[in-house]
């Protein structure tokens, strides 16, 4: 079992019966480094973790040796990320730039845009509002947009709108293939 420990900076590596095996990582900025790992997954033979302290994906075999850094993924800070077996990944984007999940291959290389916000994209979020709806039982349009990404081995992907308990199939070409409620 894989576990991200962000307040360690590290990744614990546990057996089933809860006992830790290992650590993968330490804190720092470097190689292997990690200010806070928040998503993990095991993608092929390699552990990938997203640091969002970094602002880097780190690779490391299972064992824990670490193989390489890379950066440049855009809103690691509020994202969920989706592997496959591939290492290549889909990222959630919660409306920014219009997008609701963006791919990205094994190196980092920025690929296709999934999916389209529900509600236009407010950058600048009203907290009052938003409580305000919260407390009338309504949902703050821009919680609309909040997704969570699933990547299969053969690059079909899901994205989950959150809020609205909706999900959309894409194929790898990115065509819509289907949307459920």
């Known amino acids: 079992i894989y576990l991200s420990d962000p307040g360690d900076h590290r990744v614990l590596v546990l057996d089933q019966q809860g006992t830790v095996l290992r650590s993968v990582g330490r804190e720092g900025r470097g190689p292997g480094e990690m200010a806070a790992p928040r998503a993990l997954s095991v993608a092929g033979d390699t552990l990938r973790v997203l640091d969002f302290g970094n602002d880097q994906v780190h690779v490391f075999t299972l064992p824990g040796l670490f193989v390489r850094s890379y950066g440049g993924l855009p809103g690691t800070s509020i994202a969920g990320v989706a592997f496959n077996a591939s290492g290549a990944g889909v990222i959630a984007r919660h409306g920014l730039r219009n997008v609701l999940a963006l791919r990205f291959g094994p190196s980092g290389e920025l690929g296709s845009s999934l999916g389209a916000p529900s509600t236009?994209?407010?950058?600048?979020?009203?907290?009052?509002?938003?409580?305000?709806?919260?407390?009338?039982?309504?949902?703050?349009?821009?919680?609309?947009?909040?997704?969570?990404?699933?990547?299969?081995?053969d690059g079909s992907a899901w994205v989950l709108h959150i809020v609205d308990g909706t999900v959309d199939r894409y194929s790898s070409a990115d065509s819509l293939l289907w949307k459920a409620t």
């Open 120 to 153: 236009p994209p407010d950058l600048q979020y009203d907290f009052a509002a938003g409580k305000a709806d919260l407390a009338a039982g309504r949902i703050p349009p821009a919680l609309r947009n909040y997704s969570a990404p699933a990547l299969a081995d």
